[in-house]
């Protein structure tokens, strides 16, 4: 069982609207969470980490994790067309990342 | 600046042959990586080091050596490639409690 799941889409969100990401890990003893943006025939690039329960902004993204139910998430608000692109969520636990198997996002105008 | 260099970034060989793939960063991170990324199964950790002479197997491991003889590179060996291993290979490497920063992949077939 991977140890982080993900729903692998492809969710379509029109222009304008909240994109709404998911991501549960199994790992209780997982440090702190990555959000990665990756797109087609590129490498992956952060968009934001998380350490505590709560959430977290930053800009048009917003992170929340609730460690008592194992899941974190990723808020993208006013979803531009640029937004297009593959979400990796990550854990990370002793400097090691291990990685969900993406959710694809389509913005479509 | 900074920075994390993959070569070759494309690559094909044949099935039984050795194939090495570099890894270099400017960064003098103490951690670094090796996944691959396959359709459907998002990035697998292949090895990962946390400094030098130090290196430990991932989740995908068989088939796969790594070494360590300084901060700055960590090369990755098919000792015998095969049709299973081909993929996209991305090298990353991090300070502890920091981001993880990529190399732009290398990508490689297996014939």
């Known amino acids: 069982q991977k140890e982080v799941e993900q729903n692998s889409g492809p969710l379509s969100v029109p222009e304008g609207a909240i994109a709404s990401l998911n991501c549960t890990y199994s790992d209780r003893g997982s440090q702190s969470f990555f959000w990665y943006r990756q797109y087609s025939g590129k490498s992956p690039e952060l968009i934001m980490f998380?350490?505590?329960?709560g959430d977290k902004e930053d800009g048009r993204f917003t992170a929340q994790l609730n460690k008592a139910s194992q899941y974190v998430s990723l808020l993208i608000r006013d979803s531009q067309p640029s937004d297009s692109a593959t979400y990796l969520c990550a854990e990370v636990r002793w400097g090691k990342f291990q990685f969900g198997a993406g959710t694809q996002v389509v913005v479509t105008p | 600046d900074a920075e994390i260099t993959q070569s070759p970034r494309h690559k094909i060989t044949e099935t039984g042959r050795q194939v090495t793939l570099a890894c270099h960063q400017t960064w003098n991170h103490n951690n670094m990586f090796w996944y691959r990324q396959d359709l459907g199964h998002g990035l697998r950790l292949i090895h990962y080091?946390?400094?030098?002479?130090?290196?430990n197997k991932g989740e995908v491991s068989d088939g796969y050596s790594v070494s360590r003889s300084n901060t700055e590179d960590l090369p990755l060996t098919l000792e015998s490639a095969a049709s299973s291993q081909t993929s996209v290979y991305f090298c990353?490497?991090?300070?502890?409690?920091?981001?993880?920063?990529f190399g732009e992949g290398s990508r490689l077939t297996v014939l």
């Open positions: 998380i350490y505590s329960n």
């Open positions: 990353a490497s991090s300070e502890s409690g920091g981001e993880l920063f």
């Open positions: 080091s946390y400094g030098v002479q130090d290196t």
